[in-house]
């Protein structure tokens, strides 16, 4: 990794897109660059001052330049006393201008940073929620959740930390050693005579740090989904005693991740202590040839003071160079989330967005597989081909595996079809706007997702729109009012994250709240009384025949008692319609429905047995 980092690092396509976030600060990004050449020209001003005053109070004659005349008006030369303090209230205005322009150059570059990480982090969220929802299926959701907040983070860096400053420490180097020339060339030359040195030491240091650099992130990441895995599995590891077994999981990760941080500070004891060595050797050099030709000492100071100009953006330049490096290669792994081609389109402003949707349903042909698109299909929806009218309830049957949460995904345009059609009231599903399809399909899902937040917040998902009355309203109508009263604070219990402080039942008895509030013209339950108990599931099974009444209703159901009532049973097996009809006709058919109620039957007596 670290021999091909650097070529992905400078890709200069790469750079441009990063840059394409500070456009709408192009002015910003223009004066951080303005402050960076001020600062650098500014760098050698205040050795040369130091310089005429050394000289001036040795008695030299000195050559004060036409733009210093101009600032110190009235004060001679030679007039010792005048010129020296002329010159030392010059430096300290100086200093307090330079001060305020290398705070202007600080706060610019981390406020453009953090700007543009805001509209990235903004943009990549906005990508990450429209993604197809086979995305999330194969991509773990901590990688997502790196790559919104501590990879964009890294992004910041390369303003506040990388490129910015780098070209504004090159800068300064540069200005300094032409002033260094322009006043004694020979004598630059020989102070300089170790920089090679220096140079190569640099770039070993960059390599190694980066290399290390990488490290701690993989082990950082390492621990990170070790720890997040663990704690949300901590009931498993402490109900089979593995809590000794995962500690040394852990103290093994947790090795690797000090013995990375000690390789980067290795590196770092070892490249200091260099600079500081090839830094005196330049001064002894320094020394050793103005006292051999016997120059000022006013030279001798301002050239100390250059050197130190000099080595000391070089101390951390290649630190800055390794920050830019992983601030473009964390870029990187943003730009392959916003470059995903797997993602819904945006409605577009003619999409269909009719008033009221009626809530027949057609699906036409219909293939469907969950594999790559670029890979061979392996289809889990064969030739699907069935209706829905208005009104009717349609129960959905079959083993595991047989495809029917997929049919109620593909209605709710979660996945896209590979071939076929699917269309409510006659219009093709993806001729909707999404909103307006999504508004008018509500599920009740198997596996109830909560939020942290209360009771109230987790029916309503803090839409604005729907009161505390109507969220009551709907409780009632199904029989839960009395069981969200019995909760400390009511509607206002703190629901804790992914709801651990209810019940399986208790949390989807909330859910079923959650899909009946925003009045759905198409009602889907997916195995929504699978973990409720008796009491609870004859709480729902007598608000159900009020609610699916004059709303089209799909029930998935392995217990085949809950759908007898409806108008129609579509029994599927591995991704194909079997049969279609009603409870009655499909066992008068003795096919696959009627194994089905047989076993379930057997299986129901042999338990009572």
């Not at 670290?2 to 992905?8: D, G, M, Q, V, Y």
């Not at 008695?59 to 210093?68: E, I, N, S, T």
């Not at 990170?224 to 809590?243: K, L, P, R, S």
């Not at 402080?501 to 079923?512: I, P």
Request: hydrophobic share 50%; glycine share 6%; aromatic share 10%.
């Amino acid at each position: 990794m670290s021999k091909t980092a650097p070529k992905k690092i400078f890709k200069l396509s790469l750079l441009s897109r990063v840059f394409q976030f500070v456009r709408p600060y192009t002015g910003f990004f223009y004066a951080s660059i303005l402050l960076a050449v001020v600062m650098a020209f500014f760098a050698p001003i205040r050795p040369y001052l130091i310089q005429l005053t050394i000289d001036t109070a040795a008695g030299k004659a000195v050559h004060v330049p036409v733009w210093l005349q101009f600032v110190l008006i009235k004060s001679p030369a030679y007039d010792a006393v005048r010129f020296i303090i002329s010159v030392t209230i010059f430096q300290v205005i100086f200093l307090f201008i330079e001060t305020t322009v290398r705070f202007g150059f600080t706060f610019i570059t981390a406020w453009l940073g953090q700007s543009v990480v805001k509209d990235m982090r903004v943009a990549v969220y906005e990508k990450i929620v429209g993604l197809n929802l086979s995305q999330f299926d194969k991509t773990p959701i901590g990688t997502l959740t790196t790559r919104t907040i501590n990879d964009i983070e890294s992004i910041n860096d390369i303003f506040s930390d990388g490129l910015i400053p780098i070209i504004a420490d090159l800068l300064t180097i540069i200005i300094t050693l032409a002033t260094m020339f322009w006043m004694d060339w020979r004598l630059t030359l020989v102070s300089l005579l170790p920089f090679p040195l220096m140079i190569v030491a640099t770039y070993y240091f960059k390599e190694s740090v980066n290399k290390s650099f990488i490290r701690v992130r993989n082990a950082v990441a390492a621990l990170n989904a070790f720890v997040q895995e663990h704690i949300t599995g901590m009931q498993v590891v402490q109900a089979f005693a593995a809590e000794e077994r995962e500690m040394k999981k852990f103290t093994d990760i947790n090795k690797d991740h000090k013995n990375a941080n000690i390789h980067a500070i290795f590196a770092y004891s070892v490249f200091f202590p260099v600079v500081e060595v090839v830094l005196a050797v330049s001064m002894g050099l320094l020394v050793w040839w103005i006292a051999g030709k016997a120059l000022d000492a006013g030279l001798l100071v301002a050239f100390i003071l250059y050197l130190n100009q000099i080595f000391r953006p070089l101390r951390v330049i290649a630190d800055k160079f390794n920050v830019l490096q992983m601030g473009m290669i964390a870029a990187e792994r943003v730009f392959k989330v916003l470059d995903n081609p797997d993602f819904l389109p945006v409605s577009a402003p003619e999409s269909y967005q009719p008033q009221k949707v009626q809530g027949s349903i057609d699906f036409k042909e219909v293939w469907f597989s969950y594999s790559d698109p670029s890979a061979e299909p392996n289809y889990v929806l064969k030739n699907i081909e069935f209706s829905v009218n208005t009104g009717e309830t349609v129960a959905l049957v079959g083993h595991t595996g047989s495809g029917k949460t997929s049919i109620i995904s593909l209605l709710n345009r979660l996945y896209h079809i590979q071939k076929g059609e699917i269309c409510i009231d006659g219009v093709n599903i993806e001729a909707y706007d999404l909103e307006t399809l999504r508004k008018n399909i509500g599920v009740v899902l198997q596996d109830v997702f909560l939020f942290s937040g209360s009771v109230l917040d987790n029916i309503s998902l803090r839409n604005p729109e729907i009161t505390r009355e109507q969220v009551i309203e709907a409780a009632k109508m199904i029989g839960v009012d009395e069981f969200i009263n019995s909760l400390p604070g009511g509607y206002d219990y703190h629901v804790m994250e992914r709801g651990s402080t209810l019940s399986l039942g208790q949390r989807q008895l909330l859910s079923f709240i959650r899909a009946i509030l925003f009045n759905p013209a198409i009602l889907i339950l997916d195995e929504a009384t699978s973990s409720i108990d008796t009491e609870s599931e004859q709480l729902i099974e007598k608000a159900i025949d009020t609610l699916i009444s004059g709303r089209t209703s799909i029930v998935i159901a392995h217990r085949l008692s809950t759908i007898r009532k409806a108008n129609k049973i579509i029994v599927l097996d591995k991704g194909e319609v079997k049969e279609i009809g009603t409870h009655e006709s499909l066992l008068a058919l003795g096919g696959y429905y009627a194994k089905l109620h047989e076993l379930q039957f057997e299986r129901k007596k042999a338990v009572l047995a």
